[in-house]
């Protein structure tokens, strides 16, 4: 018996980390289809919802409640807001840098927690903070020497990413408090409102286009919604249902984590010691304060 729960936790976590390198990839295929970042966010967004709402319809789950309609829109406008930052921030500054400082969302998080819901502030998070910080400085420090305004807006994009997300996830956990059972079809719907709006914006907006430059751009961005918006976030959610909370808190670091290794081997950028240095700060600070956030939930 304890074999075979020993098995499926192993099975759990091996769903868990090749969603996340799966799901690490994105960021690549955004630099390397020749879209834009809107252009990019839309198509992953179209393609993922639709296939998403697919399988709600195979699987038979619910219709949600037409009530949250409105949250819907805005979780749909916030995600896509949030696509469009992050791909920005990879165009500007590259893939390993810009998913690493869109992956602090635990610091907005408590913070909207704090500020706006009177949640008690977690006695370690100003020394989270203050190893977060910095992580951040040595990851930047060679972009802030050069002191380019493209590199400035990346690191900025970046680090907005990740309080857009935060932003996100409220709205996602109010969404899935309300239609349980309907979780598939919630993902789906709030993916295809989301392309509907950057399909909007796309149209209205002078010199964009939905236009795939080339067959191998068209390929980039296919497996950007099918692998990395569908597939890897499938395997992850599997995965968290058979695994330790502070288990699938590191585990879902390896996101981050393979993106700025890829990074470093594949376009050899960010390969200073004192920024993998501060990429190993930084993981281990936002994973300390994930775990120590459940650990308080749960006591």
Known sequence: MAELSSNKQWSSAGCIVLGSSLISASPFFVEFSGLGAAANSFYR??????????????????????????????????IALDLVVWNQSVLYIGAGLSTVLANLEIVFLVLIGTLFFREKLPPLFFKMCGLIAIGVCFLIHPYIFEMQFSNILGISFGLAASLIYSIYLILLKNLGTANRGSETFTLALICLFGAAILALFIALTPGMTFSIPTTQGFFYVLSNGLLCQVLGWLLISKGLKGVSLSLSGLLMLAQPALTFIIDGFLMGRNTHWLQILGCVILLAAVYGSMRREKEEKLA
């Open 45 to 78: 967004m179209a393609i993922g919802g639709a296939v998403l709402f697919l399988i709600a319809i195979l699987q038979q789950e619910k219709w949600p409640a037409r009530k949250y309609f409105g949250l819907y829109l805005l979780a749909a406008l916030t």
